[in-house]
């Protein structure tokens, strides 16, 4: 990347990086490569870590990913009583990627993390920080796509489908692959599990919506949680808002609340977050987290975009 | 690293590339991986480098140093009527490390290179710059060792010694294990590389300074160009340089003069620089390379160091 464009990234990420300081979320720094024997608990998060030998034989893996090192730092090094804790920053991850996929392997993530605030709260507090985040990048026209890995999750465990089925349909959800989807929610027994993958509403629609018309139980966890998240936002943020029931995450460790951010200007998501529970659990806390990470290159060439006009 | 180090941190680094940008030295950025066979001609490079292999099969290198990267960069992108380039760079690096060296594996360093200018205008111009760099991160009393791989590279040349021989000899030098270079400079023959190697000069003094007493031939390219270097500074600078004539270069692609930056607060040099020229020829360049790079971390560690009235 050459001087005009890091000059203009430096710019952006100066922004953002500011903003989730002044809102309370204070800037960390973990090792790049930490030893594979200290991510005990990591297996519920991102598989796709970089391996190398260091000079005493000891396995290194190469961050694929803020969060966990993050969760981990929180949980060895603060007391019960300094929650909730803010955390942000603007850090390098690295991952596996597809042979041909055109994904990055390097990617400089921003991001924020509160631990140990109420699950809702949280939730609320987050996704607001990244539309304002993204705001501050100079987005005009960002989205939110917002849905819960509950819903599809509980649906399949009620209908008592193996593990592996169970897997290989939200695979197919997230690789938005209907056709597959289509005939897997059938022989499952749970072909409302395709109705539901193809739901979408607008925030603002949210009110007249019936979810037991498409076989969601409207007293379960994941429904109450996710429409008194989307009654939290402020009106001009729900508007920004899609609840997409077929969202699946991305990322393993989300195992409740997930979003994703996008901009008509560009076809990808320029990150997302979500609740992570049962990650603090595996790392032995009892606390609730909940974060989100942005891939800075890719807001900015969305920001690019809008200027030139693309997708409005 | 927490908060509040952070913060500080990110507010000293970002005076010191707003400097630097605002000199003309444009921030570039490099992959951090980067593929082993595309650093052809880096085995002149740092060879502590890290290494792993992609989901292809690829070696892929950690990158331990930016000036190679860069050099690359500015041979195969640029043209020659493009001279000279100034580039500035943030970058981590990452190095293996001697067991309980207490040395960081990870560097976050900040630097800049000037390619294709002439070479004692390049040093005093990066000299200059790396001073007015580390006074704008709130360093009051660095102090500069310059010296030159030519002095004693030349000296052993000539006597005819060995190559292991010699790099025996400048390890030791490098090292400052003084038993070891008396030694050795006695068996080679070249008793006079052992008093080199001793010899310091205030910047002040070096006009009254007789080379031929320490056995240094006043016409050779090392010294005019060590001597017109140090003319070339402002009296205030020249106050904060010692001429080091032992100080052999840490990194093995400087090969002409180099330099090391310091402060009293500290017990290890903050960083250095040097020129290149050699590394640029491997990568098919007649042109002229001089860089320096400074450990941001050290640097701030200094700052704290003067604020508690640390060396002193």
Redesign the interface.
Known sequence: ????E??EL?EMT?VM?DLL?NAGY????????EYERAMAGAELGPSAA???I???GDA?V?RSDMTVPIVRVAVTRYETDDLPLR?SYLA?A?R????RSGEA??ILQLGAELIGSEPIDAAAELLALCGEVLSSAGLADWQIGLGDARILGELLEASGASDADSRALLEAVRDQDLVTVDALAKELGVPQAATIARTRINGDDLEGFDPVGIGINPDSAAWSDLTTVVGALSPEFRTRVVLDLGLAPKIDYYDGIVFEAYDPAIGRALGGGGSYDALMRAFGSSASGFGFALDTELVHAAVAGEERGEGS
């Open positions: 990347m050459l001087p005009d890091m000059r430096r100066r990086v300081d204070g800037e960390v720094r973990t090792p790049t490569l970089y391996r190398l260091d000079e005493h290194l190469l955390f390098r690295w596996r990627v597809k042979p392997r390097e």
